[in-house]
């Protein structure tokens, strides 16, 4: 008596393509929109800023103040955190719900 197992792998293959693509367009194209829709509505951002580092990254920066501020003679550091908490948990769960609309695997 023999056992046998037999594996469609091209199959597989398609199945793992689809989920690599289905990333890489949810990083090229989801992250950034979900980063600048952030800045705007829970940062209250005028003038949002992104920069594309690569087709996996998505930057932007923080300012502690207003920067025209940190230009004025007599400026002193704050020692509050740059990014409240609340804004970072606001940015997490805005990207956890954006990853299940998002990506689904089939």
Known sequence: ???TIKIESES???TFDRMTETIDEF?????????MEWQ??????????????NDKTAVTRIW????????RPGYRR???P???????????????DLM?????WR
């Open 64 to 71: 502690p103040t207003s920067r025209k501020n940190m230009a």
């Open 78 to 80: 704050s020692t509050r």
């Open 12 to 14: 597989l293959q398609q």
């Open 27 to 35: 990083g090229k194209k989801h992250v950034p929109a979900g980063l």
């Open 82 to 96: 740059i990014l409240r908490e609340v804004l970072f948990e606001t940015l997490c769960k805005r990207m956890s």
């Open 40 to 53: 705007v509505k829970d940062m209250r951002r005028k003038y949002p800023n992104i920069e594309i580092v």
């Open 100 to 104: 299940e609309s998002e990506i689904q």
């Open 1 to 3: 008596m023999s056992l």
